[in-house]
């Protein structure tokens, strides 16, 4: 069963959802620290260049499936333009002012 973005107890995490489904890069890149760090499948990655190939240049959007560790954690079933849909885990460092300092994202 999906849970809706607006429903994700972690409100960065939300808006990170939110972000990504709305093609929003301004506001996506408003919700990441500076210095944000990120991997995909255990590997460190350029997150600027990451981000464009996977989210907003492909039409990346997430279907969330479930949440953990207060909404820090998501599986979620990950569609773009380049690799289709596949199962994903995401998990989120947010900081004390709310930003998201890395986050990691994997096949689940």
């Known amino acids: 069963m999906t849970i809706q973005p607006a429903k994700l107890s972690e409100p960065a995490v939300r808006a990170f959802v939110h972000a990504v489904n709305a093609h929003d890069r301004e506001g996506f890149m408003s919700l990441l620290a500076p210095g944000a760090t990120m991997a995909?499948?255990?590997l460190d990655r350029d997150l600027a260049e990451w981000t464009?190939?996977?989210?907003?240049?492909?039409?990346?959007h997430m279907e969330v499936d479930n949440e953990s560790d207060g909404g820090r954690t998501l599986l979620a079933r990950y569609s773009n333009d380049t690799w289709?849909?596949?199962r994903t885990k995401w998990n989120f460092t947010v900081d004390d002012d709310g930003r998201i300092?890395?986050?990691e994202t994997g096949q689940a």
């Open 40 to 42: 995909d499948d255990g």
């Open 52 to 60: 464009d190939r996977e989210i907003f240049s492909s039409h990346g």
């Open 84 to 86: 289709g849909e596949m």
């Open 101 to 103: 300092s890395r986050f």
